[in-house]
């Protein structure tokens, strides 16, 4: 019997792998975004302290402890899943695609401004082929001003569509966690019995 493949699984395609997270699998993205304490105050209804404190807790502590690879994050997995289907991406790669590590600091010249970032080394996306060919999908990826292939600098459609992930992964970071530094999801599950 001869067996023949393309991969020899060390690129761990579509498989939470410790080599993604360190170096790195498709597109590379760093977001990042200061949140001025008014904001963090009026819109998010917490401080920038108690959303540092969940990260810590949440983010890296839990994720530590649980042994998490590249899963330091509250739920960049829900996002990664919901834009790829809607931009029709293979959604199983959300299992790499979904690396992230979401960061929390103070920042500004009262350390009341709040800074987060999210770091993903391993979104596998494109904007050719595949699902993306589907007109729905088509639709979405042209909101976007990414659909197809990029005429002027190969790639770019692609890199861009990264960026847009990550962008989007950070807000749904922010978001999800002002909830639960303002005690806003537990107040919810309780009150619907969840």
């Given at each position: ?49 108690a ?64 800074y ?17 060919n ?27 569509l ?33």
């Amino acid at each position: 019997m001869q067996i023949l493949a393309v991969s020899g699984n060390y690129c761990t395609d579509k498989k939470p792998a410790a080599i993604n997270w360190i170096e790195g699998r498709g597109k590379s993205v760093v977001c990042e975004a200061v949140i001025p304490a008014k904001v963090v105050r009026e819109v998010l209804k917490t401080t920038t302290e108690a959303m540092i404190e969940v990260n810590i807790n949440k983010n890296l502590v839990g994720s530590a402890m649980a042994g998490s690879i590249g899963g330091y994050n509250a739920h960049a997995a829900n996002i990664v899943t919901a834009v790829y289907i809607a931009c029709g991406q293979d959604a199983a790669q959300n299992v790499s695609s979904s690396n992230c590590i979401t960061l929390i600091e103070a920042s500004g010249p009262t350390n009341e401004d709040l800074y987060i970032s999210c770091t993903m080394p391993s979104i596998e996306i494109g904007t050719v082929g595949g699902g993306t060919n589907l007109l729905p999908q088509q639709a979405c990826l042209q909101m976007l001003g990414v659909q197809g292939p990029c005429k002027d600098n190969p790639g770019e459609n692609a890199r861009q569509l990264a960026r847009i992930v990550c962008g989007t992964v950070m807000a749904g970071e922010l978001s999800l966690m002002a909830a639960l530094a303002a005690g806003h999801l537990v107040r919810s599950h309780m009150i619907h019995n969840r």
